[in-house]
């Protein structure tokens, strides 16, 4: 009998502009997985590249809903995270993996909250520190370089990087208390750009693809939801990155083949077929 793996993600839900829930949602659905939302608050767009945006917090929404939640003793097989408005979301996210956390449950923080060496709006190096915190009851983080660089408290440098630049991050990164690390945004030259991962105790894994240029937005989302999909589908980490990689580049490029105003995110709807033949679904 086929059992189906449960999945809660913790975002924002950005009514217009593809990133958070309404990436995670959707993508990890399509790949099997029974997916359970916690919005953590409503904004009318995402806030990269959007004017005059709306924000409504829902941070005391959370525990009266999770609170029905015990009564039901639901459990997860994936707690993901990612944008949270606030430190107090950071707490909650917490509580959720002590409380939620099933059997084999892989804890995945995507630590949003800057990039390009710069922080998204409302984040500042207190976040950081906090959500270093986050990162360290983990099982697995996804960071781009500079969220790294911020969780650590080291100072962001351009790329292109060398491959002991990047082997230090993930050391460094893995001494948070994780089980495995996958870093987004690596790059050896101007050409190819990919994510490298690591597990605790084993050698780090590289996987590269052609690089677009541009600022596609939410596609920290789309890696992220595609990669946890892989995980639950019984990839280890370097195979679930590079399916994560392959199928955010896919959604690129099919995006600026169709030339759509890229603020308003990847068309990775029309790509899931394409993810579900990388996870071996059909
Ligand atoms: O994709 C990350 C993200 C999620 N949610 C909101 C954001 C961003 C990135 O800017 O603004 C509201």
Not at 47 to 69: K, R, S, V
Not at 130 to 147: F, G, Q, V, Y
Request: one cysteine or more; glycine letters at 10%.
């Amino acid at each position: 009998m086929h059992v189906q793996k449960k999945a809660l993600a913790v975002h924002d839900i950005s009514c217009i502009g593809r990133c958070s829930l309404t990436v995670a949602l959707p993508i990890m659905s399509a790949a099997g997985i029974e997916t359970s939302v916690l919005p953590t608050a409503m904004l009318s767009t995402h806030t990269g590249g959007f004017e005059g945006y709306t924000f409504a917090d829902f941070t005391n929404e959370l525990d009266p809903i999770t609170a029905h939640w015990k009564t039901l003793g639901r459990k997860f097989e994936c707690i993901y995270s990612g944008y949270l408005g606030s430190e107090r979301q950071i707490d909650i996210v917490e509580g959720l993996f002590n409380d939620f956390a099933g059997e084999n449950c892989v804890k995945l923080v995507d630590p949003v909250m800057a990039d390009n060496g710069k922080f998204y709006s409302i984040f500042d190096e207190n976040f950081a520190k906090r959500m270093a915190k986050l990162c360290s009851k983990a099982d697995i983080i996804i960071p781009n370089i500079t969220e790294a660089c911020f969780l650590l408290g080291e100072e962001y440098k351009e790329g292109p990087y060398s491959e002991s630049y990047i082997n230090n991050l993930l050391e460094m990164l893995l001494s948070l208390g994780v089980k495995g690390v996958v870093l987004t945004g690596v790059y050896y030259d101007d050409y190819n750009l990919g994510a490298a991962s690591v597990v605790a105790g084993e050698k780090p894994n590289y996987y590269f693809r052609k690089k677009i240029d541009g600022y596609y937005h939410g596609t920290g989302d789309v890696f992220g939801s595609a990669l946890g999909s892989a995980l639950l589908n019984g990839f280890d980490l370097a195979d679930s990155a590079r399916i994560a990689v392959d199928y955010t580049c896919n959604c690129i490029e099919r995006t600026n083949r169709e030339q759509t105003d890229i603020k308003y995110g990847v068309n990775f709807e029309n790509e899931i077929p394409g993810l579900l033949k990388l996870l071996k679904i059909i």
